[in-house]
C-alpha cells in the first residue's frame, strides 16, 4: 500500500477514536440513527474521495463516517473555506490538497474512488433568475464534466436543487445526464427530501449518482428507502417544549371558506388539517395567516377596510401588477359609508400607506419580510420546518405548543398564548446546523449571518450518509 495512504489511514483512525470519545457527538449519532451504533463503526480506510464545492463539509462528514480519506477539495468561498479548514484541516503537515478553482482544473493529480460536490444551484433555483446552463454558475457543469472525464473516478455523487428536476429544466437535466454516460458511466438520479433521513426540515434536493460502466454490477445502483423515522422541530431544537398533539382535520369548506385553497398546500400542509405554524403577511390569507391589524388595536370598520384591499388588491380590474395600490373612489363603493379619515387611521398605525396618485397598500407588503420581523412562527411539535436557504429566513419556534379543536379561535389562541407572550425564539445559525445534520461538535462561523448562509447552502448529512453507503455496496 501507498506511503501516503497509509499515513492517512492511520490519521484518520486517531481522528476517528478522538469522535468516538465525545459524548456529544455520540448523541448526535444516536438522535438521528444515520450511523452503525459507536461500537462497531469501522474505522479501516474503505476508499479515497474528492470534495469539489465543498463549502462547510456536507458531504466530507458523512463520506468519513463511512471510512472515506479526502485526498483533495475545491472551493472559492473564502469564508467557506476558512469553516472547512477549521473542521477538517487539523496540522500544516497534512498531506490533503487544496485543489484552488475548478475552472482551472484540467484532472486530478491522483487516481480517486469517489468524486462528491454540489453544484452550485442557483441557475435552477426559484430564488435564482432560472438562467440554468446560461447562467455562469451553471457552466460550471461544463468543469464537472471534464474532470470526470478526465479522472475516471469509480463513482460521483452530484447535488443540486429540485428545480433541476422540473419540467422547465428537462433539457438541462438531459444534457447534463448524456454528457455524464458520455464519459463512460451509468447514471440514475432521484429527487430526496431530507425529512424522510431523520430530519424535521422539508428540504427537496436532485442526487446524481454516477456508476463507471467497466465496474462490475455498475446498473445496481438502488437510492435508498426512507428511514420511516418521524422527528419533529422539538426533537432537534433545544429550550422548546415536546408534545405529541395531532393535527387536527377539518373540512376544507371549513378551513377554507372562500372556496380557495392555497396552491401551496402539499405534504406537510394538507387541504384538511389545521397548520403547525403561523405565517405573519398582510398580503395573504389564511387560517394561520396573521395580519398586522389583528396584532394591535383596531376597530371592525378599519378591519373591513383591511380585509376589502386584501381581496381586491390583485384584481386585474385595478391594475395590471400582482397587488395593486387601491385609491380612496375604489375603496368609497365596496365598503358602505366609507370616510377618508377612517383609511388614513390606518395610515397613522402604520399598516397603511398612501402611495402617491396611486392609492392605498400595505406596509407589510414582503412575505419573506414578514410582520415586525418575523416571517413564520412555527410550533415546536410541527413535523418540518420549511426549507433552510442561503439568505436566511426570519423563522421562529414557538417555545410552547398549543391544541385547538375550532379552527376560528385557533389563531386567537396562538396570538394571546403565545405571540403576546414572548413565547417564542429566532432560529439560531446553531439550530440550522442541527437541521441539516451537522454533529453538535462542528465549529461554526462566528458571525451568525455567515454560519446561516454557510448552513443553508450546505447539503443535509444524513442523505449522504445514505446514498453512499448504498453506493459503497456496489464499488468497494
Not at 78 to 95: L, R
Not at 194 to 211: A, K, N, T
Not at 267 to 276: H, M, P, S, V
Request: net charge positive.
Amino acid at each position: 500500500m501507498p506511503a501516503l495512504i497509509c499515513c492517512l489511514i492511520s490519521e484518520s483512525v486517531m481522528l476517528k477514536s478522538k469522535k468516538i470519545e465525545t459524548g456529544v457527538y455520540a448523541q448526535q449519532l444516536e438522535l438521528f440513527q444515520l450511523f452503525e451504533p459507536v461500537n462497531t463503526i469501522v474505522v479501516q480506510s474503505k476508499f479515497t474521495f474528492v470534495d469539489l464545492f465543498s463549502g462547510i463539509g456536507g458531504f466530507r462528514i458523512p463520506l468519513e463516517e463511512l471510512g472515506g480519506i479526502c485526498l483533495g477539495y475545491s472551493e472559492i468561498d473564502k469564508e467557506a473555506i476558512k469553516i472547512y479548514q477549521k473542521n477538517f484541516i487539523k496540522d500544516t503537515n497534512n498531506h490533503e490538497i487544496y485543489l484552488g478553482d475548478i475552472t482551472n482544473l484540467n484532472h486530478l493529480p491522483f487516481e480517486i474512488d469517489v468524486i462528491v460536490g454540489g453544484v452550485p444551484c442557483q441557475p435552477w433555483s426559484i430564488a435564482g433568475k432560472l438562467q440554468g446552463l446560461e447562467d455562469p454558475r451553471g457552466k460550471l457543469w461544463l468543469d464537472v464534466f471534464r474532470l470526470v472525464k478526465n479522472s475516471q473516478p469509480k463513482a460521483f455523487i452530484f447535488e443540486n436543487v429540485k428545480g433541476l428536476a422540473e419540467p422547465r429544466n428537462k433539457a438541462s437535466l438531459e444534457y447534463i445526464i448524456n454528457h455524464l454516460t458520455a464519459s463512460g458511466y451509468v447514471i440514475k438520479y432521484q429527487v430526496i427530501n431530507s425529512y424522510d433521513f431523520g430530519l424535521p426540515q422539508d428540504r427537496d434536493r436532485i442526487f446524481i449518482v454516477g456508476i463507471r460502466n467497466d465496474l462490475d454490477n455498475c446498473w445496481g445502483y438502488t437510492f435508498p428507502q426512507s428511514l420511516n423515522k418521524k422527528i419533529k422541530l422539538c426533537d432537534v431544537i433545544p429550550g422548546v417544549q415536546c408534545s405529541n398533539y395531532p393535527k387536527k382535520k377539518f373540512p376544507p369548506e371549513i378551513l377554507y371558506p372562500d372556496g380557495k385553497i392555497p396552491a401551496s398546500r402539499g405534504r406537510f400542509q394538507k387541504i384538511d388539517e389545521l397548520n403547525d405554524f403561523f405565517t405573519f403577511a398582510d398580503i395573504r390569507n389564511g387560517h394561520t395567516t396573521i395580519h398586522s391589524w389583528e396584532l394591535i388595536e383596531t376597530s371592525p370598520k378599519e378591519k373591513l377596510i383591511c380585509q376589502t384591499i386584501l381581496r381586491n388588491r390583485r384584481k386585474k380590474v385595478y391594475g395590471p401588477k400582482d397587488g395593486n395600490p387601491l385609491k380612496f373612489e375604489v375603496l368609497q363603493p365596496l365598503i358602505p359609508s366609507l370616510k377618508l379619515e377612517e383609511v388614513n387611521s390606518l395610515v397613522d398605525k402604520n399598516i397603511l400607506r398612501l402611495v402617491e396618485d396611486k392609492g392605498y397598500e400595505f406596509v407589510n407588503s414582503k412575505i419573506s419580510s414578514g410582520i415586525n420581523g418575523i416571517s413564520k412562527i412555527y410550533l415546536p411539535h410541527a413535523d418540518a420546518i420549511g426549507t433552510l436557504t442561503a439568505t436566511g429566513t426570519k423563522d421562529y419556534v414557538a417555545t410552547i405548543s398549543i391544541e385547538c379543536e375550532k379552527p376560528e379561535i385557533y389563531k386567537q389562541k396562538f396570538i394571546q398564548e403565545i405571540y403576546l407572550k414572548n413565547k417564542y425564539k429566532l432560529l439560531t445559525a446553531q439550530d440550522y446546523a442541527r437541521l441539516q445534520g451537522f454533529p453538535e461538535s462542528f465549529k461554526i462561523a462566528d458571525n451568525e449571518t455567515t454560519a446561516k448562509h454557510q448552513f443553508g447552502n450546505a447539503v443535509s448529512v444524513p442523505v449522504v450518509y445514505h446514498l453512499a453507503k448504498a453506493l459503497l455496496k456496489i464499488i468497494i
